[in-house]
Nanobody, 111 residues
Framework: QVQLVESGGGLVQPGGSLRLSCAAS????????MAWYRQVPGKQRELVAT???????NYADSVKGRFTISRDNNKNTLYLQMNSLKPEDTAVYYC?????WGQGTQVTVSS
C-alpha cells in the first residue's frame, strides 16, 4: 500500500537550516507530482511547495528564496531543504500526493 514517511524535523534556531525527507513506497514515485504542506494547530494546512515529474517547482510566497523542494526518483524520496528559518515556519510538515499524506514531522524554530 501507499506509504509516505517524513523525517528530518526538529528544533532549530532562527536563521538555521533543516532538510526534510519523505520516503515513498507503494506507487510509481517518478510518475507523480509531489508536494510539501505544513500546518499550525488551529490553522488550515498550507501548501509549501510542489515538484512535478519533470522537476518543475512552485513555492508559497512565504518560503520563496529560502526553501528548495527536490526529488530523487532512484531513491523514491522527496526532500525539502529549508534555510534561513523563521519562527513563523514552525509547523508540522507533511508530504502529499492526491489523497495520500504522511504522518508529518514537527519543525520548531525558536531561540
Amino acid at each position: 500500500q501507499v506509504q509516505l514517511v517524513e523525517s528530518g524535523g526538529g528544533l532549530v534556531q532562527p536563521g538555521g537550516s533543516l532538510r526534510l525527507s519523505c520516503a515513498a513506497s507503494g506507487f510509481i514515485f517518478r510518475l507523480i507530482t509531489m508536494a510539501w504542506y505544513r500546518q499550525v494547530p488551529g490553522k488550515q494546512r498550507e501548501l509549501v511547495a510542489t515538484i512535478t515529474t519533470g522537476g518543475n517547482t512552485n513555492y508559497a510566497d512565504s518560503v520563496k528564496g529560502r526553501f528548495t523542494i527536490s526529488r530523487d526518483n532512484n531513491k523514491n524520496t522527496l526532500y525539502l531543504q529549508m534555510n534561513s528559518l523563521k519562527p513563523e515556519d514552525t509547523a508540522v510538515y507533511y508530504c502529499q500526493f492526491r489523497d495520500y499524506w504522511g504522518q508529518g514531522t514537527q519543525v520548531t524554530v525558536s531561540s
